[in-house]
């Protein structure tokens, strides 16, 4: 069974980091195509970053660019984003997708098949 699991959400500063991990289960990463998205209350979801399943291709939202960085372990099968300088704005709960698509990436939540349970970054002093 495909299962995905993120974690690493939680409270920090404005200016602080975070690194959210999402493990896969019942498939590996070399075959599909990884998106992170967010939905903060009362917005829609948005696309924030997403890779390639070769991992040669990245792209990220504008509104995270520079601040935010996608990357996967295939030895361990998990998927990382990395943010950093988090913003008030930044604040949402995160999650991961996957979808079986070679040479492919997308910010486009519909064309993902798979999603994780999400984890929750708040972004306050």
């Known amino acids: 069974q495909l299962q995905l699991v993120e974690s690493g959400g939680g409270l920090v500063q404005p200016g602080g980091s975070l690194r959210l991990s999402c493990a896969a289960s019942g498939f590996t990463w070399n075959y599909y195509a990884i998106g992170w998205f967010r939905q903060a209350p009362g917005k829609e979801r948005e696309g924030v970053s997403c890779?390639?399943?070769?991992?040669?291709?990245?792209h990220y939202a504008d509104s995270v660019k520079d601040r935010f960085t996608i990357s996967s372990d295939n030895t361990k099968n998990t998927v990382y984003l990395q943010m950093n300088s988090l913003k008030p704005e930044d604040t949402a709960v995160y999650y991961c997708a996957a979808t079986f698509r070679s040479n492919w990436w997308s910010l486009r939540d519909y064309e993902y098949s798979y999603w994780g349970q999400g984890t929750q970054v708040v972004v306050s002093s």
């Open positions: 890779m390639s399943s070769s991992g040669g291709n990245t």
